[in-house]
């Protein structure tokens, strides 16, 4: 597809964009700065617009005309939650941060049981099962394996000590034999998120140097 | 004839006196029946009682009759010069008391303060009668052995009528000025009198200031203690402070009778201090004059010198009286000439409390002006007021002393210069090191000194800023003359110091300011030569996978079973089914989302099911609808006009998506448009979430993938969960997948190419993997590259390495 009319115009200003954002491999400038000020602005203006007519209309100004007066309560927690602007009566807004941050610690505490903590030991489970046409020793092994990472990774973040004991401080050996196996597996992990985030933002850099071929040919083309 | 002793002081007059010359009494008349010798002994009698009877007092009348009754008689020049000047003297004295007592007297012939006097003596005089005066502490035990009666000086009246005896007409007159008068006549509040209950309490006793009999004590006790103790005297009472004076007489005094009571007078007065207070506080050391307490003593002068005190003694002849010391003793004293006089300077020391030391009241008022004395005033004889203030505990000072109030001198601050202190090249205190707690306790002003600059101060005309910032400087040089110069003591730095101090800082701020800024410099270009050097090659390398070696990429040829996965979920979806796609990454990672997603959104729109856009980001619902516009390139028929609904933005996070979980039509019940939800073809069958075919996640960060995994599969009821995620949320979200809360995965570039590969499509993840390979590539030889030259190379840092 080739851009036409203004759709050329702003292919022409991401290409030049684009480029000024290339410029903080010399190091950091003032043509970075400006572009990243502009990214900033445009991107908090968006965010209001989008706010106003995404948010603000829809679940409270339509309601409230329509005659919903069960909008008060959020439109009401809402202005106290304003008050968190100024000190002086920052403590009027405490009643909706209480209701948001109870809320939303009840959610994350039920979804981390319920969604990861079971899930999780359910598909560890779950892993022993061998596959529709899978032999059973590699759903064995790879349970096993599985396992064992799991319960290693748990025991090398275990830093209990016997009570009592001689050697009180250090690990028992079992522990420590699991810790170690479960250091290799949280370094494999870390690695692996490590070239992850590198892959991404390879990924990054080869569809903004895709951007500049295509915008070259495209204004080489013409 | 015989003298007449007065009934009230005892004192004798002469018999042609009718009243006292003393105390001004009446006299009782003279028996007329007395036989009156008329032969040339009593005349010679009536001399002798008038040059040797220890009386210098003879009237003047008398005198005179004598000379003209016998001019004939042989008389000595120097006996008859001290007869002339005393009968002039003498006239001249009586003469102004009668005026004085004239104006004084009241109705009974007597002034109020002789009367409560004689009241006194006439008590104290019963008590002698009744039982021995007791020895006073403050006599000087090693006195001579003088026997005196003691119905002679047993009154108060007494003493101070001797003492007006040998003083000449003038002294006189100045002791009985009215001015001195207006305090002696107050006996209430000065106790003038010797008081005979002094057994009662004698350590609290007040002691004459000046006594010298007790300053010279020790210098006459010692010898008395080392020989034999002579026996104690005998019924010798003599005021108080008044005896030793005739120690101090010297020989020259005796030959100077004119000038001994103004000699003694003055040394008194030299004690006493009338001079003004500016004068006292130059003093400095209390030394009395070697001529006032010589101790050059003869057995003749000594014998001269207790006339007036043994006035009434029995008459013995000149050349039988009894020495007071013995021979050793004087040659004791004579010794003791100067040592003594050292020893009683250090006695006297006036910097130690001397409790016991008083002043009588008497001698105070004497030569001091009334204007400059007052009762309540204590005055040290021998150093200014300022040694009222020295260390007097209150337990050692007697109790008619603690309520005399130290004059308050008013203390003059000197004004504390403020200008820096020259350098006069001496030697400077070296400086105290301070422990570390006694640093932080000292004063800031203590350490800095404050300097008030001149020319501000001498403005003539200034602004009101100005003015302000002199008020504020004097305020702050007030505060600080008013703080204790001790704190200041140990921290002066002269202008020396602090110029050098001020320029090894500066020096060694400009060294470390070019040293740093050098280095960072130096730093600073190496690493962006590196970071260019590094931005180009990958540059380089993108740009060459995508054109170059664009054909010379590996392709996939196993799939991931998760993004098989995906496509069969997608491609299992009914035809009336609604897809929602629920955006929540960052605009950053557009591009990497773009090329992920866009194979699974055209394997949609090639199925040509309903899509519904939900973005969590505010800026996603427009990366999203770019994507669909995107994938209308590749996917032309597809009518996004009616099969694509943009349900907006969606606040709330966590909250939110659980209760998108729990309904979705009251959740979200208009669309980005404001159009109702349940208006809405693709949607108005949709109540809860599992009603749509697929929920289709792109996200970047796998925090946000595991809340809608949390809070949203559970309620899903088989409607398939995938998830589009940036590469590097993958491996998070990876065991969820295999626990099978989610459906499929797409993450990353890759899982978008191998999107293309199942869909046979080619999009652009299939044109820039080859780019993809070589930068990974490049990465990892970077990656381990650089982790063996750390390895191998030590830390240039200094750090410790693990």
Known sequence: MIPTGLDLVWVIVSFILTFLVFSYFLGDNAVYRFVMALFIGVSAGYFAVVLIFQVILPNLVVPLVSGDRLVLVPLVLSGLLMFKLTPRFSRMGNIPMAYLVGAGAAIAVGGAVMGTLFGQVKGAWSAFLPSSGESPFLAYLEGGFLLIGTLASLAYFHFNAKKGSATSGKRTVLVAIFAWIGKIFISITLGVVFASVLTAAATALIERTDFILQTIQLLAGK | ?802
């Open chain 2, 1 to 802: 004839m015989d003298k007449r002793p007065c009934p009230i002081c005892t004192r004798l007059n002469e018999p042609q006196e009718t009243h006292c010359w003393f105390c001004h009494a009446e006299l009782a008349p003279v028996s007329t029946d007395q036989p009156q010798s008329s032969d040339w002994l009593s005349g010679l009698r009536q001399d002798q009682d008038a040059t040797s009877d220890n009386n210098p007092i003879l009237p003047a009348e008398s005198t005179k009759s004598n000379e003209t009754d016998k001019p004939d008689e042989f008389v000595p020049d120097w006996l008859s010069r001290i007869r002339s000047k005393e009968a002039v003297e003498r006239a001249e004295k009586k003469a102004q008391e009668d005026k004085y007592w004239a104006e004084k007297q009241s109705h009974s012939g007597v002034p109020d303060w002789l009367q409560s006097l004689n009241e006194d003596n006439a008590e104290i005089k019963t008590n002698n009668e009744v039982e021995p005066a007791p020895p006073d502490p403050n006599k000087v035990k090693s006195a001579s052995p003088i026997e005196e009666p003691s119905t002679t000086f047993a009154s108060g009246d007494d003493w101070l009528e001797s003492l007006k005896s040998w003083q000449s007409a003038d002294e006189t007159d100045n002791l009985i000025q009215p001015e001195n008068l207006e305090i002696t006549e107050s006996p209430a509040e000065i106790e003038i009198t010797p008081q005979p209950e002094s057994q009662e309490f004698p350590e609290i006793l007040p002691e004459p200031e000046f006594d010298l009999g007790k300053i010279f004590s020790p210098l006459i006790e010692e010898p008395v203690i080392e020989s034999e103790k002579p026996a104690e005297p005998q019924g010798v009472v003599l005021p108080e402070g008044f005896q030793p004076f005739d120690l101090t007489f010297d020989e020259t005094e005796i030959q100077e009778t004119n000038r001994q009571p103004e000699q003694v007078d003055s040394d008194l007065s030299s004690t006493v201090d009338s001079r003004p207070q500016e004068e006292l506080e130059i003093e400095s050391a209390p030394v009395l004059p070697n001529e006032n307490v010589d101790n050059h003593f003869s057995n003749e002068d000594l014998a001269i010198s207790l006339e007036p005190i043994i006035e009434d003694s029995p008459v013995q002849p000149l050349e039988s009286a009894q020495p007071i010391f013995s021979d050793d003793q004087i040659d004791i004293s004579q010794s003791l000439d100067q040592s003594g006089l050292n020893f009683f300077n250090d006695l006297i020391d006036v910097t130690q409390p001397q409790p016991n030391i008083l002043i009588e009241p008497e001698e105070i008022v004497e030569n001091v002006p009334t204007d400059e004395v007052s009762a309540d005033i204590p005055i040290n004889p021998f150093k200014g007021d300022d040694l009222l203030l020295e260390p007097f505990a209150p337990d050692d000072l007697p109790e008619w002393l603690t309520d005399v109030k130290p004059i308050e001198k008013p203390v003059k601050e000197k004004p504390r210069s403020v200008t820096p202190a020259v350098d006069d090249g001496s030697p400077r205190p070296e400086k105290g090191n301070l422990p570390v707690w006694l640093a932080a306790l000292r004063p800031v002003e203590a350490v800095e000194m404050v300097a008030i600059p001149e020319e501000k101060a001498q403005e003539g005309e200034t602004t009101d800023g100005d003015q302000a910032a002199n008020v504020m400087l004097e305020i702050s040089a007030a505060t600080f003359i008013g703080k204790p110069s001790d704190l200041s003591g140990g921290l002066r730095v002269s202008n020396r110091q602090k110029t050098n101090a001020a320029l090894l800082s500066e020096i060694a701020a400009n060294a470390e300011t070019v040293e740093e800024s050098e280095k960072n410099s130096a730093v600073g270009i190496k690493n962006t030569l590196w970071r260019s050097l590094l931005a180009l090659v990958f540059i380089v390398v993108a740009f060459l996978g995508g054109t170059v070696l664009n054909g010379y990429g590996l392709q996939p040829a196993l799939f991931p079973g998760e993004v098989v996965h995906t496509f069969d979920r997608i491609n299992s979806i009914a035809a009336d089914k609604t897809v929602l796609i629920a955006g929540d990454f960052e605009a950053g990672f557009a591009g990497e989302i773009r090329l992920t997603s866009q194979a699974l959104i055209e394997h949609i729109m090639r199925r040509n099911l309903n899509i519904a856009l939900m973005s969590i980001n505010p800026v996603d619902s427009a990366l999203l609808a770019d994507q669909i516009e995107r994938g209308l390139a590749f996917v032309p028929t597809y009518q996004a006009v009616g099969k694509v609904v943009d349900l907006g933005y969606f606040p709330g996070g966590a909250i939110a998506v659980q209760d998108l979980g729990n309904s979705f039509a009251n959740t979200v019940p208009l669309t980005a448009d404001l159009v109702a939800t349940s208006s809405i073809d693709s949607l108005k069958n949709i109540q809860n979430m599992a009603d749509f075919g697929a929920i289709i996640v792109i996200t970047d960060k796998a925090e946000t993938a595991r809340v809608w995994i949390e809070q949203l599969q559970p309620t899903l009821n088989g409607t398939p969960l995938l998830m589009v995620t940036s590469a590097q949320a993958s491996p998070l979200i990876q065991p969820y997948y295999q626990s099978g809360q989610v459906s499929g995965i797409v993450s990353g570039m890759a899982g978008g190419l191998v999107y293309e590969r199942i869909m046979g499509s080619t999009g652009e993840a299939g044109r820039n993997h080859t780019s993809l390979q070589l930068l990974s590539v490049l990465m990892a030889a970077l990656v381990l590259g650089g982790g063996f030259i750390s390895l191998v190379k030590p830390d240039s840092t200094g750090g410790k390495r693990q």
